[in-house]
């Protein structure tokens, strides 16, 4: 693993269906980030971590759930997904915990929700 | 409420020069940073500045202004492989990324 990985890539989904989204980072960097990107649209945070076993909400939290067990992971979950979160979904870490450094950031995971 | 501004898209010529400007009104400033997004890929960072005035990186460059709340973004000697949107995103007093919607650029021969 060199960098972020996410996965799956692609996912198609039917409406109500529990979803999670991994991400896993090998640069031990403390803060990590999830992101929708969304045409027309800047990036809009879903959710952070500023270091391992804290979280917080971003712009668009709802409908979302995170867990930062350890450093490397922080998986999203839609508990029972709904058409409007069809997006490309960007997990990013940085280096620092008080505010976003420059981002890394994973390939991203093209969600379709049915 | 906080607002990153960019043109949607611009054309430009191979080998030629291009600006791409970015105004921003936010609550409290903490940086500005240009990242560049191929399509289907995810940002790659490109700049960060918190001072006024121009940083240069080889072809790309980035100017600010703190007092005009304006950045841009000036690509030189532009390449094909230049075709990509360009992010632009300000870090607000709580540290908060506000992202604009990007500009599509986009490179002819």
């Known amino acids: 693993i060199a960098g972020i990985t996410q996965a799956p890539t692609s996912q198609i989904l039917a409406a109500g269906r529990r979803m999670t989204l991994r991400c896993t980072q090998d640069?031990?960097?403390?803060?990590m980030y999830w992101y929708r990107q969304d045409l027309g649209l800047g990036l809009r945070l879903i959710h952070y971590?500023?270091?391992?076993?804290?979280?917080g909400k971003g712009e668009v939290p709802d409908g979302y759930s995170v867990s930062r067990a350890n450093t490397d992971d922080f998986p999203l979950t839609l508990a029972s997904a709904v058409p409007s979160q069809t997006s490309v979904y960007f997990c990013?870490?940085?280096?620092?915990?008080?505010?976003?450094?420059?981002?890394?950031f994973g390939e991203g995971s093209r969600l379709t929700v049915l | 409420g906080q607002n990153i501004d960019q043109p949607t898209e611009m054309t430009a010529t191979e080998g030629a020069i291009v600006q791409i400007n970015c105004t921003y009104q936010?609550?409290?400033?903490?940086?500005l940073f240009w990242y560049q997004q191929h399509a289907g890929e995810a940002p790659t960072f490109l700049s960060y500045?918190?001072l006024d005035g121009l940083e240069e990186k080889g072809r790309f460059s980035s100017f600010l202004s703190r007092s005009k709340g304006y950045s841009y973004l000036l690509l030189k000697e532009l390449q094909m492989k230049d075709s990509a949107s360009y992010l632009c995103?300000?870090?607000?007093?709580?540290?908060?990324?506000?992202w604009g919607a990007g500009t599509k650029l986009i490179i002819k021969p």
């Open positions: 990013a870490s940085s280096k620092s915990n008080r505010g976003p450094g420059e981002l890394f």
């Open positions: 640069m031990r960097h403390n803060a």
């Open positions: 971590s500023n270091t391992a076993g804290t979280t």
């Open positions: 936010t609550s409290g400033f903490n940086g």
């Open positions: 500045n918190v």
């Open positions: 995103a300000v870090m607000d007093s709580n540290y908060q990324l506000i």
